[in-house]
């Protein structure tokens, strides 16, 4: 089973930049993606990789955010943050040979997670 462990989180001023990292013990997985969580609400999609090339990004990220893989290390370049980006990141992966950051309930592997925290 893979096992993933994010790092990078922290707290900057809006306009910020920073870069997550998650170190996977596998990172011949077809899928992996980034997802983001605020207290009391749902989930949310940031950005997936797949098959190390293909990339997408949530609306609300698009030109700001930075997916990347480096064999078993998966990034996400933060930049020009802003309150809202203010959340507990998580890195995902699944076994199957699909990406769509709507189907949370597919991801089965996930880190502890990285608090990132916006302050205007």
């Known amino acids: 089973q893979v096992q993933l462990m994010e790092s990078g989180g922290g707290s900057v001023q809006a306009g910020g930049s920073l870069k997550l990292t998650c170190a996977a013990s596998?990172?011949?997985?077809?899928?992996m993606a980034w997802f983001r969580q605020v207290p009391g609400k749902e989930r949310e999609g940031v950005a997936y990789i797949a098959g190390k090339k293909t990339t997408y990004y949530a609306d609300s990220v698009k030109g700001r955010f930075t997916i990347s893989q480096d064999n078993a290390r998966l990034y996400l370049q933060m930049n020009n943050l802003n309150p809202e980006d203010t959340a507990m990141y998580y890195c995902a992966t699944h076994r199957l040979k699909w990406c769509n950051l709507k189907a949370v309930s597919e991801f089965d592997r996930w880190g502890q997670g990285t608090q990132v925290t916006v302050s205007s």
């Open positions: 596998d990172g011949n997985t077809f899928c």
